[in-house]
């Protein structure tokens, strides 16, 4: 099939899909002919509905945007049928497409996944793979099927994760790896070129979503932990403990903390001076270098304790 007369359907909501979609609609070899996301979400202070970053992208393409609430409503597959896609691109679409849709395509449904499959597979792969100290992660293209991310692999690539990665700064390398592997999969894809090749059983893992409630530091675990905790979570939900000043209990949100070898009481300050803020773990210690107070600014520990008082032998939980 001459590629220049490929149409494409997207599929996206998050922010790492936005890297793809703009790969797709540079591309002079691919036709985007519509864009699917989920529908306005309330957001801010007034729960004000606001459009997906997907919506603001292909909005200001000129592109035709579906907002089905689910993927399985009636009428949706119909829908997309009158955009005759030959190919649907989904990445970080956040629902499962029922198998009406994924047969509609005369070259079906792929995927873009943040991980190596069948490694974490589900809705938060980047954070797990950071939570779960991993050395090395990546993407895959995967062909889709009616399972949670359990489709034939067409592709992959790999990163290494580095010692001072968070969630946000992966996400971002993640998301412009997926896009060039995309552009790179889908000619060979459908030229028959690429044997699609089933995902193996053994190592298959699940990352679930993550809540604001993963954000809770337990201070009982070993240092090493909570620090892939904290990297894990930024920027968001974001690792956070209390603390008390003046009787009064208040949130602390940790941006930044290192591991340490010293010893102490799960939760005790052992010290609190420039270099940090340390903070006895099940197993060493952590010292924390970036915070805030909720409601306050984000800052080094040095311009925290000049406004706070966090004493030697007070404990944060």
Known sequence: MPMNTLRIVFMGSAGLSCASLRALLDSPIIQTVGV???PDRPKGRHLKPQPSPVKEL?????????????????????????????????????????????ALPRFGCINLHTSLLPKYRGAAPIQWAIL??????GVTIMKMDAGLDTGDVLAQAT???????????????LARMGAELLLQT????????????????????????????????????????LRNRVRALVPWPGAFTHFTERGQS??????????????GAPG??????????LVGCGQGSLCITQLQREGGKRLTAQEFLAGHVLGVGQRLG
């Open 159 to 173: 990163t290494p994760i580095g010692p001072e990665e968070t969630s946000g700064t992966l996400h971002d390398r």
């Open 132 to 137: 779960n100290g991993e050395d090395e992660t």
């Open 36 to 38: 699917v996301t989920q």
């Open 186 to 225: 889908i000619p060979d894809y459908v030229e028959g070129k690429i044997s699609p090749r089933p995902q193996p059983a053994e190592g298959a893992t699940y990352a679930p979503k993550i809540g604001k409630q993963d954000g809770a530091i337990d201070w009982t675990q070993p240092a090493w932990r």
């Open 250 to 263: 208040h949130l602390l949100k940790i941006w930044h903390a290192d591991e340490r070898e010293e010893a």
């Open 268 to 277: 005790e300050i052992l010290r609190g001076d420039k270099a940090g803020i």
């Open 58 to 102: 292909a909005v200001r393409a000129g592109l035709p945007v579906l907002q089905p609430q689910r993927a399985r409503e009636p009428g949706f597959a119909d829908t997309l049928g009158q955009l005759s896609p030959d190919l649907v691109v989904v990445a970080a679409f956040g629902q499962i497409l029922p198998e009406r849709v994924l």
